[in-house]
């Protein structure tokens, strides 16, 4: 009887001393994560990509789209190609002839790839979050919205074994967005912003906001008004944690690994 209520207490010590587990999918940041000395790959390349998806527990990744002058969606973060790579000027006044063979400036010397380019077939399940840039990186206008719809279709209406969500920080775009069809998501920098995108009645199945910019009271409102949250700008397993604990539906994480053992954890 003694050694039975000792053997009780011991796991009820062991119970409470276990971290929390959290139901928060992990999604890769432009792939292995954006701007990060841990990565083996540079943001938004094919490797990057391939690596990202392969781990366990990730269930997707963001990516960033601009729209080539030829009407085709590369893979870039940056608005001008000599910043991170051997090319010089801007993708949206570029075509393909001058991209195809234009590398990252890194260790790999990855290969700049059109969203085209991605093997969908071996990404069964798993989800493109996919950020388009809205403006011509030279000159800072607008591109046009049809050319990028059009652009889209292509693969969204392809591989319909991958899950797509098309993203944007271009609230004049939305609601043309949502009657694709397609899973539309905001990406927003503060809680006022959010405060537009409700005021303006603007069409949105998500938000993506930096993890800095919006509390667990924040997130828990968004998601009482059905919107899905996402939580992105965390690079410290403390950060991750913390954003973690916000109860997000998903974050998307620039160190895959720390995330991924911090919601097992």
């Given at each position: ?81 000599e910043d991170e790579t051997t090319g010089n000027g801007c993708i949206s006044e570029s075509v393909y002839d001058a991209l195809k063979n234009v590398r990252f400036k890194t ?147 620039d160190d895959l690994k720390a995330a991924l053992i911090e919601k097992s954890n």
């Amino acid at each position: 009887m003694r050694f039975s209520a000792v053997y009780i207490l011991l796991l009820l010590i062991l119970g409470c001393g276990k971290k929390q587990s959290y139901p928060v999918e992990v999604i890769g940041h432009a792939g292995n994560g954006l701007n990060i000395s841990s990565s083996v790959y540079h943001a938004n390349s094919l490797e990057s990509i391939e690596l990202a998806l392969g781990m366990a527990g990730v269930s997707g990744v963001e990516i960033d789209l601009q729209l080539s002058a030829d009407k085709e969606l590369w893979l870039l973060h940056d608005d001008k190609l000599e910043d991170e790579t051997t090319g010089n000027g801007c993708i949206s006044e570029s075509v393909y002839d001058a991209l195809k063979n234009v590398r990252f400036k890194t260790l790999n010397k990855e290969q700049l790839v059109r969203l085209k380019d991605l093997n969908f077939a071996a990404y069964s399940g798993k989800t493109f979050y996919l950020d388009i840039r809205h403006y011509n990186g030279c000159t800072g206008e607008p591109i046009v919205l049809d050319e990028v719809v059009d652009a889209l279709r292509e693969t969204i209406d392809t591989w319909t074994e991958v899950n797509f969500i098309v993203v944007t920080n271009y609230e004049s775009w939305l609601n043309e967005l949502a009657l694709t069809g397609w899973t539309i998501f905001a990406d927003i920098y503060t809680m006022d912003d959010y405060s537009v995108l409700k005021q303006g009645n603007y069409a949105c199945e998500g938000v993506i906001i930096r993890n800095s910019k919006a509390a667990k009271e924040d997130v828990a409102m968004m998601k009482s008004e059905n919107k899905k949250v996402i939580l992105f700008d965390m690079r410290a397993p403390k950060s991750i944690r913390q954003a973690l604990q916000k109860q997000p539906d998903a974050i998307i994480a620039d160190d895959l690994k720390a995330a991924l053992i911090e919601k097992s954890n």
